[in-house]
């Protein structure tokens, strides 16, 4: 009599579908199965974008940099502050070094000497921006004109700095005694 | 009597084969989960790859650019500038003042092996002192700046004796931009597209020159309305 109602019960059972919990189970279970095996290459596809981009700012900040060196230390007409002059309204109009400051490129729009923008997905939504300020020295007297600047070219995307270079720049045989 | 007799139908259900239909849906089932697997580990395994290849373009991009700006930063002057190729007074290795023929580099492009390399004349050190004043001959300005005193075109009767270095391979564009032009360049602009399988990047930089050579840099009017760009002493 006890061994017919065991049987009975475990036919019972065996005939029942599953229960919401051991669904809910299972389903969570092929959930996190189906992460576990995903994530690490979601991962790795965005790092290795995030690498680009990096390599990309990089050369970007250098290149500026690069280019704000080959222009003169003075401006070649007379004395100036940081920041471009009325007269120049584009980056191709800057004579000096001190031009450059508070200069920046948005959006596609960060164009190499060729005047050409660069291209690609890692290269897409960077800002790319310049401070350029006189510094003295230790031990330089600061009665004179001061003969260095610090250039800092930052790339950017989406607000978070991915590049920053910095360099000090001397003016050669330029140093001018105020009077 | 009647627990031997579920016990006896159940024996009997257990001895059971399955039905064609019970088949059916479990090869289809696991035909299903099988091919699910094949496409996942495929599609992980084609992700892996890109990756590496991706991986690939950016070390190129990386060295290839570090090198050029190496080359570049070093270079004394840049003779001139064409579609797929820049060439440039390198270094002055006997200290002369003066431009040599083996002093003389060519950045090329080679569009048709997707190669960029750097090409220079190095005679052989075997050459007596002697042959080796007369073959490293010195150019002037207005050679260096005239085509023929790019490297590659002196292929034909220097051949033997060029050096070729591969700079990167995989390259499917190059293109340089000289600020301001020949030979007065102060800076030059690089701009390089890699490409590895599906996947490509394109990375730019630019070099100045340290050389300061482009002082010595003069244009000097001959008859009429001819004349050329000379290097001052």
């Not at chain 1, 050369?59 to 920041?83: H, K, Q, W």
């Not at chain 1, 584009?90 to 660069?118: C, H, K, M, P, Q």
């Not at chain 2, 207005?142 to 034909?156: D, L, N, P």
Request: overall charge negative; glycine content about 8%; proline content about 4%.
């Amino acid at each position: 009599m006890f061994h017919m109602g065991e049987n009975m019960r475990r036919t019972a059972r065996n005939n029942t579908g599953f229960t919401l919990l051991e669904s809910l189970i299972a389903a969570s279970v092929l959930a996190l199965s189906i992460t576990a095996i995903t994530l690490p290459f979601t991962a790795a596809a965005q790092t290795e974008l995030e690498e680009a981009r990096r390599t990309i700012s990089l050369c970007l900040a250098r290149e500026m940099i690069e280019e704000i060196i080959s222009v003169d230390f003075y401006d070649p007409d007379g004395p100036s502050t940081p920041g471009p002059e009325s007269s120049e309204y584009t980056r191709w109009d800057f004579d000096n070094i001190d031009d450059y400051n508070g200069y920046s490129e948005t959006g596609d729009a960060i164009v190499g000497l060729d005047g050409e923008a660069l291209t690609g997905l890692a290269a897409k939504d960077l800002t790319r921006s310049v401070t350029v300020e006189y510094v003295y020295v230790d031990g330089q007297p600061t009665t004179i004109s001061p003969t260095f600047v610090r250039i800092t070219v930052e790339v950017a995307y989406e607000g978070n700095v991915t590049a920053s270079v910095t360099r000090l720049v001397y003016a050669r045989d330029s140093i001018v005694e105020e009077g | 009597m009647s627990s031997q007799r579920v016990k006896s139908r159940g024996h009997m259900k257990r001895g059971q084969a399955f039905t064609l239909i019970e088949m059916v849906m479990a090869i289809s089932i696991t035909a299903i989960i099988g091919m699910s697997i094949a496409g996942a580990s495929m599609a992980l395994s084609t992700a892996y790859e890109n990756g590496q290849d991706y991986y690939q373009c950016l070390q190129t991009g990386r060295i290839t650019m570090a090198r050029l700006e190496q080359i570049l930063r070093k270079s004394l002057l840049i003779g001139g500038t064409g579609p797929d190729l820049m060439w440039l007074w390198r270094e002055d290795t006997n200290g002369d003042g003066g431009i040599n023929l083996t002093e003389i580099s060519t950045i090329a492009y080679d569009r048709q092996n997707k190669t960029l390399k750097e090409i220079h004349l190095e005679f052989p050190s075997t050459w007596p002192e002697s042959m080796l004043k007369v073959a490293d001959r010195s150019l002037t300005l207005y050679e260096v700046t005239a085509q023929y005193a790019s490297i590659s075109s002196f292929r034909s009767c220097y051949g033997p004796i060029m050096k070729n270095t591969v700079l990167a391979e995989n390259v499917v564009d190059f293109t340089v931009a000289p600020w301001p032009y020949p030979p007065i360049t102060k800076a030059i602009g690089v701009t390089m597209t890699v490409r590895q399988s599906d996947r490509t990047l394109t990375v730019r930089s630019a070099a100045k020159l340290r050389g300061d050579t482009v002082d010595r840099v003069a244009f000097a009017f001959g008859g009429g309305q001819s004349g050329h760009w000379v290097l001052l002493d």
